[in-house]
């Protein structure tokens, strides 16, 4: 059985008052959660505030992004060894607004996917189509190109040590929701083309949903067979909203 992970992508938000106190709330409700792992993703500064607060509780904590480099002249760069000094266990790596703004290719996604691995991080590696290729019914052809680049950068036994977290960029902050169906859908496809290579990395891989999931449509979405957990946005700045989903996984 694959454990779910709910992990909060907490972005480009807060203050260090506001983080300390979403950190003590998430915190204070921790133990209603029974089945899930959790882990939230703060921005980078506030990381030593996550570390100092849920060091020796049930939640981990990781960055959102980090360079392929492990040090030298990358300004602005944050690298996998820093990470690690400050006891994250995951890094979010691909977003699809690090991909839209940042210009990342597939190619330097995959060499992300290595440096997080290479410093002993567990990449949330993400993936996902745009409306536009949904609407032209490329979806299965875009997420099979987006994990073809890891798995031929870093192979399939590597891929099998991160988690992959499915997030339509349409859904993405949008409020608009893959149905269960749509995503469970896509989610199946991926464990099967990885299924194609290997296939007892496909059945232990965790395969997270990402895209307006909230308290009120967690529990239909982890109840799908190939669903995960989640990748939450917008409704991890709250610790209600957040305990909320972690709580659906449940069951
Ligand atoms: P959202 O973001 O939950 O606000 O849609 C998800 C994500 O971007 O990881």
Redesign the pocket.
């Known amino acids: 059985m694959r454990q779910p992970l709910v992990a909060g992508?907490w972005k480009m938000n807060g203050s260090l008052a506001s983080v300390r106190e979403l950190l003590a709330g998430i915190k204070a409700g921790i133990d209603t959660v029974k089945v899930a792992e959790v882990a939230v993703c703060p921005p980078a500064v506030y990381i030593p505030e996550a570390q100092a607060q849920l060091a020796g509780t049930a939640i981990a904590w990781g960055g959102q992004d980090l360079s392929v480099h492990d040090s030298g002249a990358y300004t602005g760069e944050i690298a996998g060894p820093m990470l690690r000094d400050f006891d994250c266990k995951y890094v979010i790596i691909g977003?699809s607004e690090r991909r839209t703004y940042h210009g990342e290719s597939d190619e330097l996604v995959a060499r992300k996917f290595e440096a997080a691995r290479r410093n002993g991080l567990v990449p949330i590696f993400c993936i996902g189509e745009t409306l536009e290729e949904r609407e032209s019914g490329v979806t299965e052809e875009v997420v099979a190109r987006q994990v073809d680049a890891v798995i031929d950068h870093c192979g399939v036994e590597m891929l099998g040590e991160g988690v992959i977290a499915y997030?339509p960029v349409w859904?993405?902050?949008t409020g608009k929701t893959a149905t269960p169906e749509q995503a469970q859908e896509v989610h199946a496809f991926i464990r099967s083309r990885i299924a194609e290579k290997n296939a007892t990395v496909a059945e232990g891989l965790r395969i997270l949903y990402?895209?307006?999931?909230k308290p009120g449509n967690a529990a239909e979405l982890l109840a799908k067979p190939d669903i995960d957990g989640g990748?939450?946005?917008?409704?991890s700045l709250k610790a209600e909203d957040f305990l909320g989903i972690c709580t659906a996984a449940n069951g």
């Open positions: 992508n977003h997030e859904a993405i902050g990402g895209g307006s999931m990748l939450i946005g917008g409704a």
